[in-house]
């Protein structure tokens, strides 16, 4: 690659010159995916009824599938979600090393409310329904509901970027994620840090009036629901970058987009493989909520529903998504299934943070 060249040029002569030091920077995408078995979410689906009833398989698949020795014990989990990062590591030309991570973290439990009758740390039951099923005794109870409403639109204050070394515990406790990467060198290399460093001072955390990373969490980036405020929205925050208007949404696969496109590097993960837009009616989705159950009866071996309960639910949600917003989201599922894996740049990565 042209970074690596340029590195292995770097203090060698040529007809006895000696090669003067340049600057490097190579900047990665790095995705990794919920469970391989639970599959992708299809968000282009003509339903969400059909979308709820998949929402709940990757679910089901996810807890049932991922073995507690290999989540806890040995590192080795897949992410719930799915997850993108991206991460610059610069050399300059006096050898000064330094290393930027933008890895977008928030609560999991954005739409999600828990059983009052069960305890489950970081969950409320403020919207959890008071009608049947989910107050019906059950062997297998209801964990938890997902209103699609905000699973879908809202927003919470819960982001934050990972410190580099929250994002290497990350590399070191989840299964092996795909890389991409661009190599840089010299006045580019110089340029590109420059407006990664900018990025990173606006989004810094003491910078309250931005609405969008690190703050603020959630799927959609065309709106701000806050939950708090759900039917009072938003318009997301942008900045300037080099005379470029350019916004870095909440979400760890948006703040990811945003940034490439800000730096003019979306071509490194190709828009098509992973940015969804859906029109949807916020009304319909008001009245789609789900059960959330571990039970090992809800899906048969090809994913269809089983639970007559589960399937009575699931009734209940609309057929078609109606019209009136518009969602843009990035999911990075998507991406990890369009970047080939390759062990050379995975043993490089690991190699940049010092992982054995």
Not at 86 to 91: E, G, K, R
Not at 110 to 124: C, D, E, H
């Amino acid at each position: 690659m042209g970074g690596a060249s340029a590195s292995l040029l770097a203090g060698s002569t040529v007809s006895g010159m000696a090669t003067p030091p340049t600057s490097e920077l190579s900047i990665y995408v790095v995705a990794w995916c919920t469970s391989e078995k639970a599959g992708k979410l299809p968000w282009d689906s003509s339903s969400p009824r059909y979308l709820a009833e998949r929402f709940l398989h990757v679910i089901w698949r996810y807890f049932n599938d991922t073995d507690p020795v290999d989540m806890v014990l040995k590192g080795n989990a897949p992410h719930i979600v799915g997850h993108a990062s991206l991460v610059a590591v610069f050399t300059s030309k006096q050898g000064r090393k330094e290393t930027i991570v933008f890895s977008h973290t928030g609560a999991l439990n954005l739409g999600v409310y828990r059983n009052p009758k069960i305890a489950i740390t970081g969950l409320s039951d403020k919207r959890y329904p008071t009608t049947s099923p989910y107050t019906s005794p059950s062997a297998s109870p209801i964990l938890a509901c997902a209103r699609l409403d905000e699973v879908f639109a809202g927003h919470n204050r819960s982001g934050r970027w990972e410190t580099n070394s929250e994002f290497l515990q990350r590399v070191k406790s989840h299964y092996k994620p795909n890389i991409r990467k661009v190599a840089l060198s010299g006045w580019k290399a110089d340029d590109m840090f420059d407006k990664l460093q900018a990025i990173r001072e606006i989004t810094k955390p003491s910078n309250k009036s931005l609405l969008g990373a690190p703050a603020i969490y959630g799927l959609n980036t065309t709106s701000i629901r806050l939950v708090d405020q759900f039917d009072k929205p938003l318009t997301p925050s942008s900045f300037l970058l080099d005379e470029k208007r350019i916004m870095v949404p909440g979400g760890c696969g948006n703040a990811v987009h945003g940034i490439l496109e800000g730096i003019g590097l979306a071509g490194l993960v190709p828009e098509n493989k992973a940015v969804f837009r859906k029109n949807f009616s916020i009304d319909l989705l008001k009245t789609a909520v789900l059960p959330i159950m571990l039970n090992q009866a809800l899906f048969d071996a090809n994913g269809k529903v089983k639970s007559k309960m589960l399937s009575a639910e699931l009734e209940k949600i609309s057929d078609h998504w109606g019209s009136g917003e518009t969602a843009i989201f990035t999911d990075p599922n998507y991406w990890h299934a369009a970047i080939r894996p390759n062990e050379y740049l995975w043993r490089e990565f690991r190699t940049a943070f010092g992982i054995r």
